[in-house]
């Protein structure tokens, strides 16, 4: 089991990276690890993993969905790049997901590294769901993927904090990651099933995406503190 300095996982979603780097520095006291995506990677490469994993465990979020060859090519590599997660999606099916369950055991003895399968996007509702999913609800696409992740050999998945207690009750050592936190005065944005970092870890979560909470704030750090006292880390 990886054991991160505090729940928090920043969502790094910009497009400045210096800028980034700066930020992420300054909260570093406060980060359990940092999560990168396309929107950085598109323009830096394994350059930005590899200056980032200085720092705290660095996430790298491209949710890798396409055959098990491929899918395994790329896990390898973002592990080469220094990542300390990774994500790919559930969907991928069964095949997939126990080759990438291999692929974590052999990596992982070399250094700390999990993949997180992805269940249901947070900025899913039941209404925006695409049409050949629309059969059963959130609820139960997510049991189902999880399901399938576990019973395949990963024990990471991802989350709305809203399935979170479900999951937990299916495993009590699966890693459960938990995008869409929100402050309980903020706004949505584009995300549908959110709640408080309080409240997601209540349910079971073990770690806590939080982007936009901390990326507009007047004081980032200020916010970090904030949320960190919330949870009760020391």
């Known amino acids: 089991m990886i054991k991160l300095k505090t729940p928090i996982i920043l969502a790094l979603d910009i497009d400045d990276f210096e800028n980034g780097l700066k930020l992420v520095k300054q909260l570093a006291f406060g980060l359990g690890a940092i999560k990168i995506g396309p929107r950085l990677l598109m323009q830096h490469g394994a350059v930005a993993v590899k200056k980032l994993a200085e720092i705290a465990p660095v996430f ?22 220094g990542a300390t997660f990774a994500t790919v999606h559930a969907s991928a099916g069964r095949e997939a997901l126990k080759r990438l369950a291999h692929v974590e055991g052999e990596l ?15 900025s899913f509702s039941q209404q925006t769901l695409p049409p050949n999913l629309k059969i ?14 576990l019973s395949s050999g990963l024990t990471g998945l991802v989350c709305s904090p809203h399935e979170v207690k479900i999951l937990r009750a299916k495993s009590a050592s699966a890693f459960l990651v938990t995008p869409g936190i929100r402050f309980e005065s903020s706004i949505k944005d584009d995300q549908s099933r959110v709640m408080s970092a309080v409240q997601a870890l209540e349910q079971g979560a073990s770690a806590l995406v939080v982007g936009r909470p901390l990326l507009e704030a007047v004081d980032p750090k200020l916010a970090l503190q904030k949320i960190i006292q919330d949870i009760g880390q020391p």
């Open 60 to 81: 790298v979020d491209n949710k890798y969905y396409d055959i098990p060859n491929t899918m395994e090519s790329a896990i390898r590599q973002t592990y080469e790049a």
């Open 108 to 122: 992982s003895r070399q250094r700390p590294f999990k993949i997180l399968s992805v269940t249901m996007l947070t």
């Open 136 to 149: 059963q609800t959130i609820e139960k696409h997510v049991e189902d993927l999880a399901d399938l992740t």
